[in-house]
């Protein structure tokens, strides 16, 4: 059966016996359950990525757990072993000596005592005085409730830290009357206190506010809630995967281990939106004296604040990398394709390519860029300097393999007199990069790439930025325009857009792109601005695909320097 013939016959099960069994009352995925445990009949090879982590098969979600322990590096991940949709979640477990390359080994976490029956849900790791990692994940127990669990390696010795055992003292942590126990989830990296005494965050609501609420413990195995939150929002909906971390000042990109308190250090706090579906992040003071986190005035706490990614990049989470002295930030990205496609297809879900994070200079925001060991995989490398773009001659990129490519381009705009004013209502830049998409012509920009192309162009997905003129400055805006990615109807080709908060005074933007066959990551401004998206061309795929630079806007700009490469495939199993 060729593939369009099977996703026919899928699309013909799904209408006619599951439709009706579509339910949105568990946790915050909707919940398909007559195909949780819907074994793929194949598992399409059409679109699966040559080096974003991705498992031979079936549904993944949230990033969990990640660690270095001993040298090796530890990705834990929300598993679906029956279907490639949402359902029968365990932790499975791969690991690796570089970020990049990984194996398998069994599932370290799923559902066997009565206080996780139910599901074995999202968690993090902690390394304890004495080098020993034990982990806080969330269980749904046999009532259903949601309640907080820890695991420890069962042999220190093993360098994979294969088996995981739940000690008898579970769960460790149970909502009190005064939390919702739906609504209970996502333990922190805990931290030691000048006390002595350890502290989580688990994420929660009161009504509509978000909460973060602490907990404290002498031993790690009982532990009492605070008398306030770390930190709460009102109007913000339930705080999924909450991440509290510090940050070097000065622009230095060193990381550190959590939560250190000092001069000069800052923190960031982060939590998913589970109505928005939304990673927002502050930064801000967490302060040792009060046990509380406050944001600097000028981060705001909610969906106006500061994102890791404008794309698709949900419940993210952050490690110490204690071997190279550095932050790693580890997002899901989902599909945008529909959920027959998805059980004909065999999977759904990707890891991110794991980033560095660091606070600018400016002091306002994070930077990202995707750890060194990536380039790693770089093959054929293709140059290209002070090459001028001619207004609507897209210009190929030839000699590299353009669905698996790392592309990295410096621009330079000829002037900056005549650009567009830019209109202080403008404050959504996703809804301003959807009414000036790739086609709106400018006065600078849109240019960009042109990415996952057909020859003809018929498809092809597009990064580009625009620049307008402030009343004091530049403002540059950087879009992803999906409307074109695939002939295919039904998928979701929602445009993203970001500002991203650079200097024009070099009249100089540059842009990455992690291209991996249906996922484009994209870094606009040295890694200020991020936005990933998922696409599924149908007409030169594979070998085929290519690779364009562009500009449609009237003033000129020159590639002043390009360099990408071919990307070898990773070895994920
Ligand atoms: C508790 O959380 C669940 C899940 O979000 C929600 O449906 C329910 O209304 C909440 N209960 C209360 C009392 O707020
Ligand atoms: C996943 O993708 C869909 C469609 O592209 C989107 O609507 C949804 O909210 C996404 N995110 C999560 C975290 O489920």
Not at 11 to 23: A, E, G
Not at 67 to 75: A, F, P, S
Not at 216 to 224: A, M, R, T
Request: with cysteine; hydrophobic share 35%.
């Amino acid at each position: 059966m060729g593939s369009l013939d099977l996703r026919f016959s899928i699309w013909v099960i799904f209408l006619c016996c599951f439709s009706l069994s579509r339910d949105v009352v568990e946790a915050s995925h909707e919940v398909f359950l007559n195909l949780q445990s819907f074994q793929p009949i194949t598992v399409s090879q059409n679109h699966r990525t040559g080096f974003h982590f991705q498992p031979p098969k079936n549904w993944i979600n949230d990033p969990n757990g990640p660690m270095y322990y001993n040298g090796i590096y530890h990705l834990f991940y929300q598993y679906n072993p029956k279907g490639a949709v949402w359902g029968n979640i365990e932790w499975a477990h791969s690991v690796s000596t570089d970020l990049i390359n990984w194996s398998p080994v069994e599932p370290a976490i799923y559902p066997s005592e009565k206080f996780d029956i139910n599901g074995c849900w999202s968690g993090s790791a902690t390394i304890l005085p004495g080098n020993k990692p034990v982990i806080l994940y969330t269980g749904v127990d046999q009532s259903n409730r949601q309640v907080q669990n820890a695991a420890i390696p069962k042999n220190l010795a093993d360098p994979y830290l294969k088996e995981w055992i739940k000690p008898s003292y579970n769960p460790v942590i149970l909502p009190d009357k005064d939390i919702n126990a739906s609504s209970f989830r996502d333990p922190t990296t805990a931290w030691q206190g000048p006390d002595g005494q350890w502290r989580v965050v688990i994420g929660s609501k009161t009504g509509k506010e978000g909460t973060a609420i602490l907990y404290k413990s002498k031993d790690f195995i009982h532990w009492e809630k605070a008398q306030h939150y770390l930190h709460s929002s009102k109007e913000t909906g339930m705080w999924e995967c909450p991440d509290i971390y510090p940050v070097s000042g000065g622009g230095r990109r060193d990381g550190l281990d959590t939560l250190v308190v000092g001069k000069g250090v800052k923190h960031v706090f982060k939590v998913s939106l589970d109505d928005t579906k939304l990673d927002y992040y502050t930064i801000g003071q967490y302060q040792h004296d009060t046990d509380q986190y406050v944001p600097d005035r000028e981060s705001v706490d909610n969906k106006a604040g500061l994102r890791y990614d404008h794309g698709k990049f949900y419940a993210s989470k952050t490690f110490y990398d204690a071997g190279k002295k550095r932050r790693v930030l580890w997002g899901w990205m989902n599909e945008s394709d529909t959920v027959p496609n998805d059980i004909a297809k065999g999977w759904a879900g990707l890891q991110s390519i794991p980033r560095m994070v660091w606070l600018d200079k400016n002091e306002r925001q994070l930077v990202q860029w995707p750890v060194d060991e990536v380039e790693s995989l770089r093959d054929r490398k293709v140059k290209l300097f002070n090459k001028v773009l001619v207004k609507g001659e897209p210009l190929q990129i030839k000699g590299l393999t353009a669905e698996q490519a790392d592309v990295d381009v410096e621009f330079e705009i000829e002037s900056l007199e005549k650009a567009e004013a830019f209109d202080p209502s403008w404050t959504d830049p996703q809804i301003l990069c959807s009414h000036k998409g790739v086609e709106v012509e400018g006065v600078i920009g849109p240019f960009g790439l042109k990415v996952l192309a057909s020859k003809g162009l018929e498809e092809y997905t597009a990064i580009f930025f625009r620049v307008f003129k402030a009343k004091q400055d530049h403002v540059v805006l950087m879009c992803s325009d999906q409307s074109r990615s695939s002939k295919e109807l039904d998928i979701d080709k929602t445009t993203y857009g970001g500002f991203v908060d650079v200097n024009m005074v070099d009249r100089r933007i540059s842009l990455r792109s992690l291209i991996d066959h249906s996922v484009v990551e994209s870094f606009g401004g040295g890694g200020r601005t991020c936005i990933t998206t998922r696409v599924y061309p149908t007409m030169d795929v594979e070998d085929q695909a290519n690779l364009y630079v562009f500009n449609k806007g009237s003033e000129t700009v020159k590639i002043s320097k390009l360099k990408a490469w071919s990307m070898k495939k990773a070895e994920i199993a």
